[in-house]
């Protein structure tokens, strides 16, 4: 009874798509056979070198030898580049693992639909049978093969970074190797007095930042809302209009614009301070007012999108609820403190998190309004204004402090993360999606 | 006495619109202005300029330095093909979350979320390299092909619309023998309109502006788009020509502004739609 299943499993073992051929799916068994033979041509030349790279981060450095009078330079193992291709390889070997798992399984599966006297698919009927039972897979498989390359790889490989001691001036490739070092960057990052001084820093004022930059635009979105719809305002749709253009404007230009509105020596903003005979401030210069200014130029970007976020709320509340409070007698204040502002909160809690989260991130303002500066002397390259994420960015880029970057990239990620978190824990798409129909 | 206390809480309010109207206007009118303004310094007397010139326009296409032109035609193609890919497959991709009930789909949704809390530079170095080796730096393919990629996370957007729409409609297309792609292609994509109107326009817009992977992509000043172009021009001489950029910074901002005004309906509907279900 059970020879059908057994021969083709351990057939499709021996080699994909023998199962298949075995139990006359010939379609299919050629379809496993190309991609084991595709993989086999990818893979022998070059996994062995692949993995050792991804272990070892190459062990001859670049060299100069002199030949009698000429230096010659020989090329040595370029160990970011051996840790990239070790690392794509490792993934290919994953997906062919799992392709070739698929294949036993599914000859197996075969096999028993023969050994209880079923009738196989052909090859056009499988194709049927695929497009209508795995069309969700299908339509993922393209994204996914995106994601993995384009996303997961990158990310893995900056993850693995930080285990690495990959920074300037000591060990860049190719005149240098880069070693595994473990849990060494983040020893460093603690212990280390220039670098955890910088770092609790800007962490504290990231924090702040991202406290101070979620409340001001929740509560002027707030504001802007609840004066639009008042009863008796006319020109509704006009108004808002004008308060989406902030939000209309590309960050990119509207804030390179700010920095020269906000220009110590020429910029509008002082020259309008002078004219009412006040004193000019620094506002780009100076620490203190570097801080002020940022969170102002937030409040213009970042207060179009709360307030069509409570308009929209605004809207959903059931008018009802006001003529009855009317009946019993309650003043505008009272409604708008037992009716409106509860509504208002309960329905944008979630959004509160994810912008708190996103602020936290808030790489544009800070990048293109001071780019970080003005530059603080106690920091490890980085300036007053600048944020965790603007920091990781300079120290990619700028210093070529890759392990410290990707050390910061991961802190980052965890407490990214545990704000999403309690945020997704309470969120209806993730976890009561059924629920709604 | 009820109906002046009304007139005078309705003309604080006015006042009060009237002075955030000009708040949120005026940034956006002075860089029109300067843009038009004879001379090139940041300083100027007035706002309204004393007579009104369209040099800077013509020479940033004249210029041989800026190559203006060709900039905007290759933002244009390149934005044009992210939206088409970015929006096809995050459309794809979320119908598929939201509708189907498979093995693994709770784990592909936690590995969306996760993957969307690293910082998206934080894929820099190897992004570059990988296209290094692919041999595709400086070229306009894998600049599309990096953002359409990373599109994908966040189609969340989109799974919340499709969440709601109810499933007895494609129970009924199935009874009347409706293929998955029928049923996706007759009815979902027409229902779906406002919510590929909103991610069609961000993407565009997303595409349009970004200057950190274009800048790590594109190589060549031929192939550069506008955001990089102009974050060349900021950075070397911003305060020696500042009515130039003025000029440049009205050109790359007008397309998307105008879009978003006109389009701003749909834009109020996605950003609602997307915050009542996170």
Aim: aromatic fraction near 14%; proline fraction near 3%; include cysteine.
């Amino acid at each position: 009874m059970k020879r059908h299943r057994a021969t083709a499993a351990v057939l499709s073992v021996l080699s994909m798509g023998l199962g298949q051929l075995y139990n006359r799916q010939f379609g299919k068994g050629i379809l496993f056979l190309c991609i084991q033979i595709a993989s086999l041509i990818y893979l022998i030349p070059r996994a062995g070198h692949g993995l050792w790279g991804l272990f070892t981060l190459g062990e001859q450095a670049q060299q100069r030898v002199k030949v009698g009078k000429i230096t010659k330079v020989i090329q040595g193992d370029h160990s970011i580049y051996l840790m990239i291709d070790g690392l794509i390889i490792a993934l290919i070997i994953l997906l062919v693992v799992g392709i070739y798992i698929a294949n036993i399984y599914d000859a197996h599966r075969i096999g028993k639909v023969r050994d209880t006297g079923g009738k196989t698919n052909n090859f056009i009927q499988t194709y049927k049978f695929v497009t209508d039972r795995y069309f969700p897979h299908l339509l993922l498989s393209v994204p996914a093969f995106g994601v993995l390359f384009l996303t997961i790889m990158p990310i893995l490989f900056t993850i693995m970074l930080a285990f690495t001691n990959y920074s300037s001036p000591g060990h860049i490739p190719p005149a240098k190797l880069v070693d595994w070092v473990g849990f060494q960057t983040f020893a460093d990052l603690i212990q280390l007095k220039s670098w955890s001084g910088t770092f609790l820093g800007i962490l504290k004022w990231t924090v702040i930042w991202a406290v101070v930059a979620t409340f001001t635009t929740y509560f002027g979105g707030l504001l802007v809302a609840l004066l639009i719809e008042q009863s008796g305002i006319r020109f509704k749709k006009m108004w808002r209009t004008i308060f989406i253009l902030p939000y209309a404007i590309p960050q990119l230009i509207s804030l390179l614009v700010m920095r020269n509105l906000f220009n110590g020596q020429f910029g509008p903003i002082n020259q309008y301070l002078k004219a009412f005979g006040l004193g000019t401030l620094p506002w780009l210069t100076d620490p203190f007012w570097a801080k002020v200014t940022v969170i102002v130029v937030n409040m213009w970007v970042g207060i179009p999108v709360s307030m069509v976020l409570i308009l929209g709320v605004l809207t959903s509340i059931p008018k009802d609820m006001y003529e009855a409070a009317e009946v019993d007698g309650a003043t505008a204040f009272q409604k708008f403190r037992i009716i409106t502002m509860p509504f208002i909160l309960f329905s944008t809690a979630p959004i509160l998190i994810t912008q708190f989260a996103g602020n936290f991130n808030n790489f544009n303002v800070i990048f293109l309004l001071t780019g970080g500066a003005p530059v603080n002397g106690d920091y490890q390259y980085a300036g007053h204004t600048d944020l965790l994420v603007t920091w990781l960015y300079s120290l990619t880029l700028n210093f070529s402090q890759f392990n410290m970057a990707s050390a910061i990239g991961i802190i980052i990620f965890i407490i990214v993360a545990t704000f999403s978190i309690i945020n997704y824990r309470r969120s209806r798409s993730f976890k009561e999606e059924d629920m709604i129909q | 006495m009820r109906k002046r206390n009304s007139i005078f809480r309705l003309s604080i309010s006015y006042i009060i619109l009237i002075i955030i109207a000009i708040g949120a206007l005026y940034p956006a009118l002075w860089v029109v202005l300067s843009s038009l303004r004879p001379g090139a310094s940041l300083y100027s007397e007035h706002l309204w300029p004393d007579h009104f010139t369209f040099a800077h326009y013509k020479e940033l296409f004249h210029n041989k330095q800026f190559q203006y032109g060709k900039w905007y035609v290759n933002t244009l193609k390149i934005a044009t093909l992210t939206m088409i890919f970015s929006t096809t497959l995050m459309t794809l991709s979320m119908y598929a979350l939201s509708r189907f009930r498979f093995k693994g789909r709770q784990t592909t949704l936690t590995i969306m979320l996760v993957l969307g809390m690293f910082p998206s530079f934080m894929s820099l170095i190897a992004i570059y390299i990988f296209l290094l080796q692919l041999n595709l730096l400086d070229t306009h393919t894998a600049i599309v092909l990096v953002y359409s990629a990373g599109s994908v996370l966040g189609g969340f957007l989109v799974k919340g619309f499709y969440d709601t729409v109810p499933r007895s409609l494609d129970e009924a297309a199935r009874i009347d023998g409706a293929s998955h792609m029928q049923i996706f292609v007759r009815i979902m994509l027409p229902l779906s309109r406002p919510v590929l109107t909103y991610i069609a326009l961000t993407s565009f817009a997303g595409a349009w502006v970004d200057f950190i992977f274009a800048r790590l992509v594109l190589r060549t000043k031929e192939k550069w788009t506008l955001a990089v172009g102009m974050w060349d021009m900021v950075n070397s001489f911003q305060n020696s020509n500042f009515t130039l950029f003025a000029a440049g910074a009205v050109l790359i901002a007008i397309p998307i502004t105008v879009l978003f005004i006109f389009l701003q309906n749909f834009l109020v509907q996605g950003l609602t739609s997307g915050a009542s279900k996170g």
